[in-house]
């Protein structure tokens, strides 16, 4: 899905567009999703892509929407990011390239995985 800066600031929130295309993070414990207990998938917001399952989140107390497994290996990219002084792994939708936030090796087995995702960057479809 390639749009032009131009075509994503008017389909994205000023929020949105800072976040998941400037590679932006919400401030800590404000996100919408951060509480969501229903069951469902959740969506990336640019374009739609199943990104994670409720049954694979957790409260891992960061601020931040967390996941232990995204849904599907082909549904998520990982790069490097050197950015803030630190070396993290971002992440960010296959589909779109939009920026989901990044995945950390101390979350819950099995996987050992935390994903660390802005809520604005993720639409909730319950089920």
Not at 64 to 75: C, G, H, K, M, V
Request: net charge negative; aromatic share 10%; charged share 30%.
């Amino acid at each position: 899905m390639k749009l032009t800066e131009q075509e994503w600031r008017k389909k994205l929130t000023e929020e949105e567009f800072r976040v998941c295309r400037q590679k932006g993070t919400e401030p800590p414990f404000t996100g919408a999703l951060l509480d969501e207990k229903n069951s469902g998938d959740y969506l990336c917001t640019c374009c739609g892509n199943r990104l994670f399952h409720s049954t694979d989140k957790f409260d891992s107390g960061c601020g931040w929407p967390s996941f232990s497994a995204q849904s599907n290996e082909e549904n998520v990219a990982y790069h490097t990011d050197d950015s803030l002084a630190m070396r993290r792994i971002e992440i960010v939708c296959k589909v779109c390239d939009s920026h989901i936030g990044h995945v950390f090796n101390d979350g819950p087995e099995p996987t050992g995985k935390r994903y660390c995702v802005n809520s604005v960057s993720i639409n909730f479809d319950p089920t």
